[in-house]
């Protein structure tokens, strides 16, 4: 599990995410007030950028790309006819395509690939007040769920502010 403290972006702080055992595992910048809504995700021991997510500005609906090492990861844009709820899409290169589907303004979500679910973000696992938790499945990479909830976050504050 990972510990990521919520609504940063509106006023564009740093903050690390954290483990279960409340170790720091990495560092994000948000430089929110970039015109592509841009933040960097840091290895905190070494400082290297070991990924990072920033917005389209040219794009039908909310996307925002995922690079991860440099190269790019994933797109996570918003389904454009989802009745009732919001969803997003994390486009993967190649066939398995991740959806994140739930209470998205609240931080209450599954993401699932191929009907099965791979990761949950949920505020109600802690007492802290503007955190959130992200439980990723064994086998699922860490660092793209954790870019993709980051993501969801910058798309819907973004919203918020429209």
């Known amino acids: 599990m990972y510990v990521i403290r919520e609504r940063f972006f509106a006023i564009g702080d740093d903050f690390d995410v954290l483990d279960e055992h409340g170790t720091k595992v990495l560092h994000v910048d948000g430089k929110v007030?970039?015109?592509?809504?841009?933040?960097?995700?840091?290895?905190p021991a070494s400082g290297d950028e070991v990924a990072s997510v920033h917005?389209?500005?040219v794009?039908?609906?909310?996307?925002?790309?995922i690079?991860?090492?440099?190269?790019?990861?994933?797109?996570?844009?918003k389904k454009l006819f989802t009745p009732f709820r919001e969803?997003?899409?994390?486009?993967?290169?190649?066939?398995?395509?991740?959806e994140m589907k739930g209470n998205l303004l609240d931080h209450e979500y599954?993401?699932?690939?191929?009907g099965r679910e791979v990761a949950q973000?949920?505020?109600?696992?802690?007492?802290i007040r503007d955190t959130y938790a992200v439980e990723v499945a064994s086998g699922v990479e860490p660092l793209l769920i954790i870019a993709s909830a980051l993501a969801l976050d910058l798309a819907l504050d973004r919203t918020g502010d429209d």
Request: glycine share 8%.
């Open 33 to 43: 007030f970039s015109p592509r809504g841009r933040l960097v995700i840091e290895d």
């Open 87 to 98: 969803k997003f899409t994390i486009d993967v290169p190649g066939p398995d395509d991740l």
């Open 59 to 65: 794009a039908l609906r909310p996307t925002y790309e």
């Open 67 to 77: 690079r991860i090492g440099g190269e790019k990861a994933a797109e996570v844009r």
């Open 110 to 114: 599954v993401i699932e690939q191929d």
């Open 55 to 57: 917005r389209h500005l």
């Open 121 to 127: 973000v949920s505020k109600r696992w802690l007492t």
